[in-house]
């Protein structure tokens, strides 16, 4: 995963090593580029499900862009998300925030 901001970000993937899918939060196939404060939780409870968790440092106002993909070994696009505006479902917004996608 690449993060595109004006500091180098530390990422961390839960868990590690992978766990296998999980079905019961989200529908199979569905990948969401918008903040999910629970999702480290819901992999510690279920023992499935990958958690992708980082900061961004963000402007005092306005929106933030991101753009979730998800690609193949050998580089192929297997799914894509889009969220034009990521800070809407951050709790107590802007700015500097964790991120944690699930």
């Known amino acids: ?38 999702a480290i939780d819901w992999v510690m409870q279920d023992g499935s499900g990958t958690v992708v ?21 050998a580089g192929n696009l297997v799914n894509t998300a889009r969220n034009d505006d990521l800070a809407a479902g951050i709790p107590g917004g802007l700015p500097n925030c964790d991120i944690t996608f699930y």
């Open 53 to 73: 968790s980082f900061r961004i440092n963000t402007p005092e106002e306005g929106t933030v862009q991101s753009i979730f993909t998800i690609h193949d070994m």
């Open 1 to 38: 995963m690449q993060v595109k901001n004006t500091q180098v970000q530390e990422m961390v993937i839960l868990p590690n090593p992978p766990s296998r899918p999980a079905f019961g939060r989200v529908d199979a196939g569905v990948l969401s580029a918008a903040n999910e404060p629970h």
